[in-house]
């Protein structure tokens, strides 16, 4: 039983590490909080709280949620520390060995955090509250506010796909989602709160319908129809679940920005058997070829990992020469991190770490020399640019449908507002290019 009594005039503090669908969930978490009185932290103020929810996608994502953990308990040194998400999920017992930390939450406890908060009494070691991954379940709606604009609406969570390199499964359980009905709901509250823009987010949005017996195409075809949501972003979508139907509707759609993220991971046909990825290059290259031929001025990101097991020098060559003939906008590169107990760990060739490095490079020029020859494409071009709410003392920016960002001096007349805009040149840190002008 809760006793609502000990939340009273208590504040709150909340840290996201990790991959958007994270901060849609320490949204969701605040809510929660704030519905019961405990109010978010003001600027210099202690919490009384701290929420921590974290990511384990590497190594390094580990290190900085243990770094992350021990700062917020020296800033905080009385509060009632709280840590969930993926890391938390994956080694609970290495984040209640933390000092200062009191209670552990996994994936399916963090949207029920009410129920294990008790008095807030600080714990001489914290306690875990977790489950095994084949026992999570529940799906839990999230929809949050991004730092300016946009909103994250989570569709669905978890993943069957048991990659090789992949501990995802392991921490978010099996592939589940709401219900399309439930997804529209939550757009038009986003209309009602005066957003525009929607992310839809999840580990594998693509799979969505095992929880209801819906589609993916059936939910972008219903949330096109939410009249006030002036576009739809689809975010990371595997190639063998983006289908040409999609493809086509989207560049038929009201609402559906032009803009693609499609995880590659390998241009490797040899990696990615080793991966036990669900596609080869054969079919990647045909959906970039199909969303080119109905979606010509479409932003197209794709995922990339370098320096996996079995990559030896002759197969990243084979993905070096494979990602350079794609048409795409932007690399977003991963250098690969060793995850335990995944089935990576049993294929013999290592790559060294002065190895991924240079591979990791020689990707990351190609990512520069294709998003300046997308943006160059784009300038004189008038495209619609949705204005978000600057930080102090810059430079407003907003995105177009197809995910360039534009810089405009400041305007307050401007924000979440959508415009007209006529591309213009690169802004200094060639980051950006700025509007020639600008059509209410």
Not at 42 to 50: K, L, T, V
């Given at each position: 039983?809760?006793?609502?009594?000990?939340?009273?005039?208590?504040?709150?503090?909340?840290?996201?590490?990790?991959?958007?669908?994270?901060?849609?969930?320490?949204?969701?978490?605040?809510?929660?909080?704030?519905?019961?009185?405990?109010?978010?932290?003001?600027?210099?103020?202690?919490?009384?709280?701290?929420?921590?929810?974290?990511?384990?996608?590497?190594?390094?994502?580990?290190?900085?949620?243990?770094?992350?953990?021990?700062?917020?308990?020296?800033?905080?040194?009385?509060?009632?520390?709280?840590?969930?998400?993926?890391?938390?999920?994956?080694?609970?017992?290495?984040?209640?060995?933390?000092?200062?930390?009191?209670?552990?939450?996994?994936?399916?406890?963090?949207?029920?955090?009410?129920?294990?908060?008790?008095?807030?009494?600080?714990?001489?070691?914290?306690?875990?509250?977790?489950?095994?991954?084949?026992?999570?379940?529940?799906?839990?709606?999230?929809?949050?506010?991004?730092?300016?604009?946009?909103?994250?609406?989570?569709?669905?969570?978890?993943?069957?796909?048991?990659?090789?390199?992949?501990?995802?499964?392991?921490?978010?359980?099996?592939?589940?989602?709401?219900?399309?009905?439930?997804?529209?709901?939550?757009?038009?509250?986003?209309?009602?709160?005066?957003?525009?823009?929607?992310?839809?987010?999840?580990?594998?949005?693509?799979?969505?319908?095992?929880?209801?017996?819906?589609?993916?195409?059936?939910?972008?075809?219903?949330?096109?129809?939410?009249?006030?949501?002036?576009?739809?972003?689809?975010?990371?979508?595997?190639?063998?679940?983006?289908?040409?139907?999609?493809?086509?509707?989207?560049?038929?759609?009201?609402?559906?920005?032009?803009?693609?993220?499609?995880?590659?991971?390998?241009?490797?046909?040899?990696?990615?058997?080793?991966?036990?990825?669900?596609?080869?290059?054969?079919?990647?290259?045909?959906?970039?070829?199909?969303?080119?031929?109905?979606?010509?001025?479409?932003?197209?990101?794709?995922?990339?990992?370098?320096?996996?097991?079995?990559?030896?020098?002759?197969?990243?060559?084979?993905?070096?020469?494979?990602?350079?003939?794609?048409?795409?906008?932007?690399?977003?590169?991963?250098?690969?991190?060793?995850?335990?107990?995944?089935?990576?760990?049993?294929?013999?060739?290592?790559v060294t770490s002065q190895e991924k490095h240079e591979r990791c490079r020689k990707m990351l020029e190609i990512s520069e020399q294709k998003l300046q020859k997308f943006y160059e494409k784009q300038q004189g071009k008038l495209r619609p640019v949705l204005f978000e709410h600057p930080k102090k003392g810059m430079l407003m920016h907003g995105f177009t449908d197809n995910y360039i960002r534009v810089e405009v001096p400041y305007d307050k007349n401007l924000v979440n507002k959508r415009c007209l805009v006529v591309l213009g040149d690169f802004n200094d840190a060639k980051d950006a290019l700025k509007a020639e002008q600008?059509?209410?």
């Amino acid at each position: 039983m809760i006793d609502y009594n000990t939340f009273e005039n208590k504040t709150a503090a909340y840290y996201t590490l990790g991959c958007k669908l994270n901060f849609a969930e320490t949204s969701s978490i605040g809510k929660l909080l704030e519905e019961c009185g405990i109010r978010r932290v003001r600027a210099g103020e202690s919490a009384d709280i701290c929420v921590i929810n974290t990511c384990s996608v590497t190594e390094l994502a580990d290190k900085k949620c243990r770094q992350a953990i021990r700062r917020i308990v020296r800033q905080h040194p009385e509060a009632f520390i709280v840590v969930t998400g993926c890391y938390a999920q994956l080694k609970p017992e290495d984040v209640a060995d933390i000092p200062g930390v009191d209670l552990i939450l996994g994936a399916e406890q963090k949207l029920d955090i009410l129920y294990y908060l008790g008095d807030l009494h600080k714990k001489q070691h914290g306690d875990i509250v977790t489950t095994g991954s084949e026992d999570i379940r529940t799906f839990s709606p999230s929809c949050s506010k991004g730092d300016r604009t946009r909103y994250f609406l989570k569709v669905q969570d978890g993943c069957n796909y048991f990659c090789t390199y992949c501990t995802i499964p392991f921490a978010r359980g099996r592939s589940r989602n709401g219900s399309i009905d439930s997804m529209v709901k939550q757009a038009e509250e986003v209309v009602r709160n005066g957003g525009k823009e929607i992310v839809l987010t999840g580990v594998n949005i693509g799979d969505f319908g095992h929880s209801t017996g819906e589609t993916f195409f059936d939910l972008i075809k219903a949330l096109d129809s939410v009249e006030g949501i002036e576009r739809f972003r689809i975010s990371s979508i595997e190639p063998n679940l983006l289908t040409d139907e999609m493809i086509d509707y989207v560049a038929t759609s009201k609402r559906f920005a032009p803009h693609f993220h499609i995880p590659l991971q390998s241009g490797s046909d040899d990696v990615l058997k080793l991966m036990h990825r669900r596609y080869d290059t054969h079919l990647f290259a045909h959906k970039i070829e199909r969303v080119r031929m109905v979606l010509p001025d479409a932003f197209i990101g794709i995922d990339l990992i370098v320096g996996v097991r079995g990559e030896t020098e002759k197969l990243f060559e084979e993905t070096y020469h494979f990602v350079n003939s794609l048409d795409v906008s932007q690399l977003h590169v991963f250098t690969y991190s060793e995850r335990p107990n995944t089935q990576a760990l049993k294929i013999s060739h290592i790559v060294t770490s002065q190895e991924k490095h240079e591979r990791c490079r020689k990707m990351l020029e190609i990512s520069e020399q294709k998003l300046q020859k997308f943006y160059e494409k784009q300038q004189g071009k008038l495209r619609p640019v949705l204005f978000e709410h600057p930080k102090k003392g810059m430079l407003m920016h907003g995105f177009t449908d197809n995910y360039i960002r534009v810089e405009v001096p400041y305007d307050k007349n401007l924000v979440n507002k959508r415009c007209l805009v006529v591309l213009g040149d690169f802004n200094d840190a060639k980051d950006a290019l700025k509007a020639e002008q600008i059509l209410e």
